[in-house]
C-alpha cells in the first residue's frame, strides 16, 4: 500500500453544489501514539477504542468556484463563526489537496458542532478531522459517480476504499483521528503482531476479542477542561532526540503483541497492567523530554490513588487511562459497570472540575447523516 493509490484518476467537478452531513467519534488509544515522523507517519503502532457518545457532527455545504483558486471556506461551531479553526484547516487542505484535487475548485462552507463541551479538555480533533475528512470523501464520491467520462468500474467507489481514503486523509488532518472512521478496536501503524496494520491509515483489529472487552464503560472525568498547555504536536515533535524514544517505540510493539493474546483470553488484570503502564510512560515521556513539563494535576494522581484502592479492596476490573492532559477515563468492563459506576459516582466525581463528567463506551465508528 503507498499513498499513491489515493491519488484520482482526473475527474471533471461536474457536481455544481451540495450538502453532505457525517457524525464521528471520538477515541481512546489503549497503546499510545506519542512521536512522529514526516507526513504524520507514527514512530510507533497504536491501537484504540472507538467512544459512542463523544462525536462531533460535521455539515459541509459546497457550490462550485468559477474557475480553481485559493482555498475558500468558512468554518462554524454550534452556528458561531471560527476564524481562529481556519489556520488548521487550512494546512489540512494543504496536505490533502494531492488526493482531493477538487478542493480549489469549490467553495466550503463547514458547520460542526461536538455533542461534548468545546471546553470540556477533551480533543476535538479526533471525532472533527474525521468528520471532515468523510465529509470530503463523499464530494468526491459524488463527483466520481458523477462523471461520465469514467467507466462504470471507476465509477463504483467501493466502501473498504471510502473508508481506508477517509482515515488516510484523517490522519494528514490529525494522526489519531485516522483511527475513529470504523470499531470498536482500531489500530494505526505497521507492526509485524498486525496483518493487515499500515502507517497510512487505521484498519480494523482482526483477530479473536474475548466477550470481556465487548461494550468496555469508558467514564471521562472532567478535571481539568482548559485549554491544554502543551499541543499534541509540540509534544510529539520533542519526541525527536528524546533519550528514551527508542524504547519507548519498541516497547509499543512489545505491547501490541501482548494485547493481542489478553483481547483474545480476556485476562482483565493483564489488560489492565499493560493500558495503565502506556498512559504513565506516555506522562513519563513527557516528563522526561527537554523541555519537560507535566499536564497530571493533583486531582488525577488522587483519583489514580483512589482507582487503586478501590480495586484492590473489592477486586473488581477498574483501571484508567490517560490522554495527553489531566481528564482521566476510567475504564471497566461491562459486567462490572452497576458497582463501579456507584463508587466513580460518590468517590470520585467530587475531584472533576464543577463536578463533570461524561458516560461513554465502546462504539462502532463514523454515520453518514445525510447525502
Ligand atoms: C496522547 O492525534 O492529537 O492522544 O497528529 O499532532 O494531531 P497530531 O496528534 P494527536 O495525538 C494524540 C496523542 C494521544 C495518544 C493517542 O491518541 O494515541
Redesign the pocket.
Known amino acids: 500500500m503507498t499513498e499513491q493509490q489515493f491519488i484520482p484518476k482526473a475527474y471533471s467537478n461536474t457536481v455544481e453544489s451540495g450538502k453532505v452531513t457525517w457524525e464521528s467519534p471520538s477515541n481512546i ?1 489503549l497503546v ?3 512521536g ?1 515522523k514526516k507526513d ?1 507517519i507514527p514512530e510507533n503502532p ?1 491501537i ?1 477504542f472507538t467512544l459512542n457518545n463523544c462525536k462531533t457532527i460535521t455539515t459541509l455545504t459546497f457550490s462550485k468556484k468559477e474557475n480553481a483558486s485559493d482555498f475558500e471556506f468558512d468554518v462554524f461551531l454550534e452556528g458561531e463563526k471560527k476564524d481562529d479553526f481556519k489556520p488548521k484547516i487550512q494546512t489540512f487542505f494543504e496536505r490533502v489537496e494531492l488526493y482531493l484535487p477538487f478542493l480549489r475548485y469549490y467553495k466550503f462552507k463547514i458547520e460542526t458542532k461536538n455533542t461534548f463541551p468545546h471546553s470540556s479538555g477533551i ?1 476535538s ?2 471525532s472533527g478531522m474525521s468528520a471532515l475528512a468523510l465529509c470530503l470523501m463523499s464530494v468526491e464520491k459524488q463527483l466520481i459517480q458523477a462523471d461520465a467520462a469514467l467507466s462504470t468500474v471507476e465509477r463504483s467507489l467501493d466502501e473498504n476504499y471510502f473508508n481506508q481514503k477517509a482515515s488516510f486523509l484523517a490522519r494528514l488532518g ?4 485516522c483511527r475513529s472512521m470504523e470499531g470498536d478496536l482500531i489500530i494505526w501503524g505497521q507492526t509485524d503482531a498486525i496483518e493487515g496494520s499500515s502507517d497510512l491509515f487505521g484498519v480494523k483489529y482482526p483477530y479473536q476479542v474475548h466477550e470481556n472487552f465487548k461494550g468496555y464503560q469508558d467514564t471521562i472525568l472532567l478535571v481539568d477542561k482548559g485549554e491544554k498547555l502543551v499541543s ?2 509540540v509534544g ?1 515533535n520533542l519526541m525527536y532526540n528524546h533519550p528514551y524514544a527508542k524504547n519507548r517505540f519498541q516497547q509499543a510493539h512489545d505491547n501490541l503483541e501482548k494485547l493481542k493474546s489478553i483481547l483474545e483470553s480476556g485476562d482483565l488484570n493483564a489488560f489492565i497492567a499493560l493500558i495503565e503502564g502506556e498512559a504513565l510512560t ?1 506522562h513519563a515521556m513527557m516528563m522526561t523530554s527537554m523541555p519537560y513539563f507535566i499536564l497530571m494535576k493533583p486531582n488525577t494522581l488522587t483519583i489514580i490513588n483512589k482507582i487503586w484502592e478501590f480495586r484492590q479492596k473489592t477486586g473488581l476490573h477498574i483501571s484508567f487511562t490517560l ?2 492532559g489531566a481528564n482521566v477515563h476510567v475504564l471497566y468492563p461491562k459486567k462490572e459497570s452497576f458497582k463501579i459506576l456507584e463508587f466513580i459516582k460518590n468517590e470520585l466525581v467530587a475531584y472533576c472540575q464543577n463536578g463533570h463528567y461524561i458516560c461513554d463506551q465502546i462504539g462502532f465508528g463514523a454515520k453518514q447523516l445525510t447525502m
Open positions: 488509544a499510545k501514539y506519542w512522529k504524520q497504536s484504540s480533543a480533533s479526533a490529525s494522526g489519531s483521528a499534541s504536536t510529539h506516555l490522554d495527553a
